[in-house]
């Protein structure tokens, strides 16, 4: 039972890991190259998908972002930052671009990362992930405390099973009663049965 706990956490780690590093965003310093608007058809519609190209700095690999809303971090500018993007692609000032997004690449699947901003920074930027920091440490708090929660609880619990263990074990022992000896039950009989003084008495002797 232990293995099974053990592997079902470390199971529940790894798909957290999973999903905090597709969710959580991270910033890239690129050269945006041009931007692009995709026809996507689906069942139910067709609708445009704005997407950015970029480079990594010192022509490094390529890189493609989907430019799409994303209710979750309260981005529903999708168009405005595409034109933003296109007027970084064309200020010839502009050395980098600071572009932060999240989510994968997956050729396979057609997955881009998303652009949530972007904005013009120097050569050398070195983004420090100040919110990632503050959110992992705040789950790790969260879930410490949460161990330590349900481990007091059940040290309780074990606890209070035991009281009752202790408790049942002395109610049947009260209602055990221990056998009467016999032993000597005659000999008190015949201690207190009266002499007889009389004269006529046949056991008396002449």
């Known amino acids: 039972m232990r293995k099974v706990t ?14 905090l590093h597709y969710a959580l965003p991270r910033v890239s310093t690129v050269q945006v190259l041009g931007v692009e608007v995709k026809r ?6 067709t609708r445009d998908v704005y997407m950015i190209q970029a480079q990594l700095i010192d022509g490094g690999a390529v890189r493609v972002f989907r430019n799409d809303d994303a209710w979750f971090y309260l981005k529903f500018d999708s168009a405005n930052l595409q034109a933003r ?20 690449r997956i050729p396979v699947l057609s997955m881009f990362p998303n652009a949530i901003s972007a904005w013009p920074v120097e050569l050398g ?4 992930p100040l919110f990632n920091m503050a959110v992992i440490l705040t789950l790790l708090t969260g879930g410490f405390f949460a161990w330590r929660t349900v481990k007091r609880a059940r040290a309780r619990v074990e606890a209070a099973l035991a009281r009752r263990s202790e408790e049942r074990a002395r109610e049947a022992a009260s209602r055990t009663v221990p056998p009467v000896s016999d032993a000597g ?6 201690r207190d049965q009266p002499t007889s003084n009389r004269p006529d008495d046949p056991g008396r002797g002449a």
Do not use: M
Not at 6 to 19: D, H, P, S
Not at 85 to 104: C, K, M, N, P
Not at 125 to 128: E, G, N
């Open 85 to 104: 993007a296109t007027g970084l692609s064309r200020d010839e000032a502009v050395e980098a671009v600071a572009i932060r997004h999240y989510g994968w």
């Open 6 to 19: 053990i592997a079902l956490i470390a199971l529940l780690t790894f798909v957290a890991g999973l999903g």
């Open 125 to 128: 930027y070195r983004h420090i």
């Open 185 to 190: 039950h005659e000999d008190w009989l015949l």
């Open 40 to 45: 996507e058809d689906t069942d139910q519609r």
